[in-house]
């Protein structure tokens, strides 16, 4: 709708200007209430484009000129204000919020989580200092002296601060694959995941937990915990099993890190070390497949590999023994067969060691390995 022409006598008003534009909506603000406070409104323009919103307020039409001159597609919608709101939009505009340029307001460059974060430490009396950077001007960062925590946006290109701080604790936005990013600074990390569709919001990691690096112990825990976890957990049976893979490298103070990309093909899980570098790679297989995750989990260059596969009898054992490529392969392998509930060390193409996942313990007999 094009209001100047329904409406003439708006040509006289200071924000006729705005008016020149096809609206594809209109609103007001929930103060407007009565007949009086509709003829004391004052209009804004939100503009939509491709890449963001903008606010236009008073007479000036230019920036929207320059929108359709450079060829952009722009949807705006009229909204009535009064005249307290009207105000309040029109005096937002400072140096570290939302910039304001003629009679134009983005909210893009504003830096509203920051601002609010540090209206919060200001409320609970928490000392802070402002960290400075023309790099990364619209991603605040604070240091807490008294806590020694750094709280970031970033997730790279930190360690300069981390070297001069030294804090205790980073405190970072994101998810939480995002953990390994800070590995490197030899602190506590939080991570704090605000997304719409995060189903945890905190993602936790101690420096001084102790990370199990023997095969042997990892193994037996595996052995003693799959299925118990399992049982815990609703879903689907490989989801299922991934949680509690996910949980058991935790216990062990893994990293644990899902759906890993590494050379074109994607592991399901693994876990990573204090140093970000992978000691086990997982795959789980619901069917009776699994030479493709030998090679999936090959390519990670892990300490160990853990494939999960289903036989109704131990023949995928005998047929993974026979796999060439065991042959070379340099790390061990601890297949687990969740059918029978049967498991095997193997390191290229001999067992090493052989479990039973239902007694949850090593089997120190091996003659009915290969019975089926």
Known sequence: MNLNSLFPNLRKKFFSKLFGFEFYGFSICKHIIDE???????????????????????????????????????????????????NRIDKIGCENAILRKGFVYDPFRCDFEGIIFKNLLKKYDIRFDA???????????????????????????????AEKL??????????????????????????????????????????????????????LRIVSKLNEYAEQIRGKEHDRLIESLFKIGQDLGFIPQKELPQKGTRVDLVWLNREGKIFAAIEVETSAQWKKDIVSTWETEPKLAIVVSYYKSEKGIKDSLQYVLLENMPHKLFFINNFTKKAYLIERNSILKYYDLAEKKEIKRTSDVFEY
Not at 39 to 59: A, N, Q, W
Not at 148 to 158: G, H, Q
Not at 182 to 202: C, H, K, P, T, V
């Open 36 to 86: 009086l406070s509709m003829k004391k409104s004052l209009p804004v323009v939100l503009v939509k484009t491709s890449d963001r919103h903008l606010y236009f307020i008073g007479e000036s039409s230019r920036p929207l000129d320059e929108i359709v001159r450079k060829g952009r597609k722009a949807i705006s919608k009229l909204r009535l204000l009064c005249e307290d709101c009207y």
């Open 131 to 161: 960290i400075e950077s023309e790099v990364y001007r619209n991603e605040f960062e604070y240091f807490l002296p008294d806590m020694s925590a750094l709280i970031t946006k970033r997730t790279i290109e930190l360690k300069d601060i």
């Open 166 to 219: 030294k804090p205790e604790i980073i405190l970072g936005f994101g998810e939480q694959q995002d953990i390994v990013n800070f590995l490197e600074y030899n602190s506590n990390i939080i991570i704090f995941d605000d997304s719409e569709e995060a189903q945890q919001r905190f993602f936790l990691f101690d420096k001084s937990k102790k990370v199990e690096d023997s095969i042997e112990k990892v193994i």
